[in-house]
C-alpha cells in the first residue's frame, strides 16, 4: 500500500528549514528517501531500517518511528540546491518491495 | 563508473501495440528494479529481478512482463498497449537482494501511447 506524503508541496527561501512526513497505514520494515529533480532520475538520500534510527546527509537529516508507522525529512537551512520532488518509500515486510508516495514537492528560492 | 543506462529515451506506440524497454544496470549490480512514473503518482514499483529471476511484481496486470538477461541486463515488455500506460518507466540497480543497498536510478524511457 502506497504511504501518504505530506505536505504535497512547500515553498522556501534560502536559509530556511522544512519537515516532510511520510506515513503507512501498515507496519514498517525499512523507509527510503530519494529526491528527483525536474527531468532527471531519482537520487538515493538515505535508508533508514526499524529501530527508530535517525541518520544525516550534509543538513538533510530523517527519523523513523516504526510505533506510528512514519517517517520524517527534514531540511535544515535550505539551500537552493534542495529544490527538487522528495519521496519516500517504504517497505512493508522482508519482501524488498517498495512501495513509494506520491512525492513532496520543494521549492527554495533566493 | 557508468550509470544506469536505458533505452530507448523515448518510445510512440499507438494502442494495442507492444512496447519493449532497455536497462542495463551498473556494472556489478546483480538486481534490476523497474517502476512506472505516470505523471501525479509518484512511483509504482512494477517489477524486481535477481540473478535472473523475477522475484517480486507490483499490481500490475500480465501484460507487464519482463526478463534479466545473464548479463543482469534486463528487458520490460508492455503488452497490448493503452493509452494509460503512457508514463515514464524508470528501471533502477542495485548491489543485491535487499533494500538495505540504496537503488541507482537511470534516466526513464518516456512512453506515449496514441
Avoid at chain 2, 548479463?71 to 524508470?90: F, G, K, R
Wanted: with cysteine; charged share 15%; aromatic share 12%.
Amino acid at each position: 500500500q502506497q504511504p501518504v506524503q505530506s505536505p504535497q508541496a512547500v515553498i522556501l527561501r534560502e536559509g530556511e528549514d522544512a519537515v516532510i512526513n511520510c506515513s503507512s497505514s501498515k507496519a514498517l520494515y525499512s523507509v527510503h528517501w530519494y529526491r528527483q529533480k525536474h527531468g532527471e532520475a531519482p537520487v538515493f538520500l538515505m535508508i533508514l531500517l526499524k529501530g527508530g534510527e535517525q541518520k544525516g546527509h550534509d543538513k538533510i537529516s530523517a527519523s523513523f518511528n516504526e510505533k506510528k508507522q512514519q517517517s520524517s525529512l527534514y531540511l535544515t537551512a535550505s539551500q537552493l540546491s534542495y529544490s527538487g520532488t522528495y519521496f519516500c518509500g517504504t517497505e512493508g515486510g522482508n519482501d524488498y518491495k517498495l512501495s513509494f508516495g506520491a512525492g513532496t514537492t520543494v521549492t527554495v528560492r533566493a | 563508473e557508468a550509470g544506469v543506462t536505458q533505452s530507448p529515451t523515448h518510445l510512440i506506440k499507438t494502442r494495442g501495440q507492444q512496447a519493449t524497454l532497455r536497462c542495463s544496470p551498473i556494472s556489478g549490480h546483480t538486481s534490476v528494479y523497474w517502476y512506472q512514473q505516470a505523471l501525479g503518482l509518484g512511483l509504482q514499483f512494477l517489477l524486481w529481478y535477481d540473478e535472473g529471476e523475477e522475484r517480486n511484481r507490483g499490481n500490475f496486470p500480465p501484460r507487464f512482463s519482463g526478463r534479466q538477461f545473464p548479463n543482469y541486463s534486463s528487458e520490460l515488455n508492455v503488452n497490448a498497449l493503452e493509452l494509460e500506460d503512457s508514463a515514464l518507466y524508470l528501471c533502477a540497480s542495485s548491489l543485491g537482494q535487499g533494500n538495505y543497498n540504496e537503488q541507482f536510478f537511470g534516466p526513464g524511457t518516456r512512453l506515449t501511447v496514441l
